[in-house]
Structures are given as structure tokens and as C-alpha cells.
């Protein structure tokens, strides 16, 4: 299989992510807001940060 094309796409006026937020909803409401689709075999890249702090799963350096 070969690609002939690769784009990159940032999400603007994602809010800060605080724990308990439902990324998935931030992140289709972004994307419906810019009026981006998404089609079959695209591809989604989220940092591990963001998830985390979503989940509640990090501390603060002035905790450690």
C-alpha cells in the first residue's frame, strides 16, 4: 500500500482539559465546530497528557 499524501490538522480552542471531562465530546464538538469531517481510515492523534488529565491520573510537581 502506498501514500501519496500526509495532513496534519491541530484542533483549535480546545479548553483545558480538567479531570472528569469527556475528551471524546471536546474533541468531536471541535471538530464539528470547525467544520472538519472525518472519513474512513483517518487517523486521530491524542497526547497521553491530555487523557491523563481527563482521567485524573497526574500530579502536580509541587506535590511530589
Same mark, same amino acid.
Given at each position: 500500500?502506498?501514500?501519496?499524501?500526509?495532513? *496534519?490538522? &491541530?484542533?483549535? #480552542?480546545?479548553p %483545558?482539559?480538567?479531570?472528569?471531562?469527556?475528551?471524546?465530546i =471536546?474533541? *468531536?464538538? &471541535?471538530i464539528? #465546530?470547525?467544520? %472538519?469531517?472525518?472519513?474512513?481510515?483517518?487517523?486521530?492523534? =491524542?497526547?497521553?497528557?491530555?487523557?491523563?488529565?481527563?482521567?485524573?491520573?497526574?500530579?502536580?510537581?509541587?506535590?511530589?
Amino acid at each position: 500500500m502506498e501514500f501519496s499524501s500526509l495532513t *496534519l490538522k &491541530a484542533l483549535p #480552542n480546545i479548553p %483545558l482539559i480538567s479531570p472528569g471531562d469527556h475528551l471524546g465530546i =471536546i474533541i *468531536l464538538e &471541535a471538530i464539528n #465546530n470547525t467544520h %472538519l469531517s472525518l472519513t474512513n481510515g483517518d487517523i486521530l492523534v =491524542i497526547a497521553q497528557k491530555v487523557v491523563s488529565k481527563a482521567e485524573g491520573r497526574y500530579k502536580r510537581l509541587a506535590d511530589v
